[in-house]
């Protein structure tokens, strides 16, 4: 089989953006349970992982860290987790699809017409039904259009 220079180009600039995204400094497991309000470590190690197992949050999976992290966009500024990220999770492929959580990663921190070319992260924040609309359209088709 002969590499193809698109493909070639295609996975390094999917390498760069994956790099820089994990350079936000996204939060742990630990991290965002402390902010959850859980004290004891078994509680903490327990709530990222049957919040992640419940498609009540999006981990990420970081190879360099051996760990999940956690994307920035669902949180607040005080760190709380905000209560529509079910529902674009909902609306996002499904976790059996995407294990890692980069194709869910990927389409929320690249800019998106449906958003006038805001991120779909960006946008959430103040407008999460549009982003979760944009999502569904995308992912489950619009339901307008079926006879």
Not at 63 to 76: E, K, L, S, T, V
Request: glycine share 8%; aromatic share 10%; hydrophobic share 40%.
């Amino acid at each position: 089989m002969t590499d193809h220079p698109e493909h070639n180009l295609a996975t390094t600039v999917a390498i760069r953006f994956r790099d820089e995204i994990l350079g936000k400094g996204w939060p742990d497991a630990r991290h965002v349970a402390e902010l959850a309000g859980f004290s004891t470590e078994q509680k903490r190690t327990a709530y990222a992982i049957q919040a992640r197992a419940t498609g009540a949050l999006l981990g990420v999976w970081s190879a360099p860290q051996h760990r999940f992290i956690y994307p920035d966009f669902q949180f607040n500024r005080l760190g709380i987790l905000r209560k529509d990220v079910a529902e674009l999770l909902a609306a996002l492929p499904p976790n059996n699809d995407d294990r890692g959580g980069w194709r869910r990663v990927f389409w929320l921190y690249r800019p998106h017409p449906l958003l006038d070319g805001q991120t779909p992260a960006d946008v959430f924040a103040n407008a999460p039904v549009r982003v979760i609309e944009v999502a569904r359209v995308e992912f489950q088709g619009d339901p307008g259009t079926a006879w």
